[in-house]
């Protein structure tokens, strides 16, 4: 999910919430089919895409900062903007979402 979220433009993530809480709400529709997700997990899932954000900006910049791609620059920029700045990976209520996937799957 995070990486198909960073897709062609990682600037764009704003423009891409709809999609991530349509993706997630299918993930948890699976997975709450087989068992039942911690709530704290849940609050806490941005620190997941914060961990992927930490290991992916210090892979590129571990390469070279120097002769980075379009791609890469913008990555760099946006994830430094978002770690820096405490901001969320993407802008989804993940409980939100989840409660709906329970509504939606009678569970």
């Not at 999609?19 to 620190?47: Q, T």
């Not at 070279?64 to 700045?85: Q, Y």
């Amino acid at each position: 999910m995070y990486y198909y979220l960073l897709g062609g433009d990682p600037t764009e993530l704003h423009e891409k919430v709809e999609e991530a809480e349509d993706m997630f709400f299918h993930i948890m529709s699976g997975y709450v089919s087989e068992c039942k997700p911690d709530m704290e997990c849940l609050r806490n899932i941005d620190l997941f895409f914060q961990l992927r954000d930490y290991i992916l900006l210090s892979s590129i910049l571990e390469r070279s900062v120097n002769n980075l791609s379009n791609w890469g620059k913008s990555f760099v920029e946006s994830a430094t903007d978002r770690l820096l700045g405490g901001k969320p990976f993407i802008q989804v209520d993940f409980e939100r979402v989840y409660k709906m996937t329970k509504e939606i799957n009678n569970i």
